[in-house]
């Protein structure tokens, strides 16, 4: 009696084996749907005071609308791998979605070390004159300061250059004793 429950029991388990199920093959996995991440970079551009003329100091400034800035990125051969111009919204802000911009190497090309804001033009009149208030003219360093955007399958890393300005023309530099 033992050795047909025995029989039974591995007719059982091997049963399955011998006709093995058609399901398996038929199993398609759903479509993963991949996590799109972009690298943003945003700031501010203002029109540094007479007062503050030769220095980097931004008290009393305002902001330019319309002011135009570019990113510049380049790879870890010193090759541009990446410009765009982008324009300030009316309150002087930049948001620059840098569309497009890849790293062929993780590390030495990434925007932290290969790219930078450099300033372009000015719509004023009043105060279109480059400055070097944080390196606007030989370009701002991308800092990261722990901002992200998420959304469904969507996310944003955010970097931030500047303060940048462009002065007035006409300022002539006060000294202080």
Partial sequence: MASGQITILVSLILLPLAFPSTAAYDYVPAKTVEKKVDVVVEGMVYCQSCQHYGTWSLSGADP??????????????????????????????FYAQLEGFTMSHYLLDHPLTSC??????????????????????????????????????????????????????????????
């Fill in 64 to 93: 330019i609308p319309a002011a135009k800035v570019s990113v510049i990125c380049k790879d870890h051969r010193e090759r541009v791998s990446y410009y765009k111009a982008f324009e300030t919204d009316a309150h002087g802000y």
């Fill in 116 to 177: 930078h804001v450099k300033l372009v033009s000015s719509p004023l009149e009043s105060c279109n004159v480059l400055s070097n208030v944080n390196y606007g003219l030989n370009g701002s360093p991308l800092r990261y300061e722990n901002k992200r955007l998420f959304g469904k399958n969507y996310k944003a890393l955010v970097f931030v250059a500047g303060p940048l300005a462009f002065r007035p023309a006409n300022c002539t530099p006060t000294y202080h004793p």
